[in-house]
Nanobody, 125 residues
Framework: QVQLVESGGGLVQAGGSLRLSCAAS????????MGWFRQAPGKEREFVAA????????HYAASVKGRFTISRDNAKNTVSLQMNSLKPEDTAVYYC??????????????????WGQGTQVTVSS
């Protein structure tokens, strides 16, 4: 079992940057595909980015590709999301998630077994 705790959210102006972190408990962290999702008010939770267990492969939603970067440190049991050139439409609660499915493309929310509590990101115009 994995417990996930996100941090790093906050308020930032459009064009600014934030770095989200997700700390995972458990010795099996490196077995998991890790993902970031987000949910804006009144909208469904949507995929943002995913990274393979080794960190060698990444996948991004079209809306964030080129602006966001996902990374992981298996020695520290952490996964991060560097968000640059933020836009007001990036405003949402961001969630870290873990999946035992060994692929990073095409995973829906239901493929993720564990979720963090979320961290709020607000981008002002």
């Amino acid at each position: 079992q994995v417990q996930l705790v996100e941090s790093g959210g906050g308020l930032v102006q459009a064009g600014g940057s934030l770095r989200l972190s997700c700390a995972a408990s458990g010795r099996t962290f490196k077995r998991y595909t890790m993902g970031w999702f987000r949910q804006a008010p009144g909208k469904e939770r949507e995929f943002v980015a995913a990274i393979s267990w080794s960190g060698d492969s990444t996948h991004y939603a079209a809306s964030v590709k080129g602006r966001f970067t996902i990374s992981r440190d298996n020695a520290k049991n952490t996964v991060s999301l560097q968000m640059n050139s933020l836009k007001p439409e990036d405003t949402a609660v961001y969630y870290c998630a873990a999946s035992l499915v060994p692929t990073i493309v095409g995973l829906t929310r239901t493929a993720y077994d564990y979720w963090g509590q979320g961290t709020q990101v607000t981008v002002s115009s």
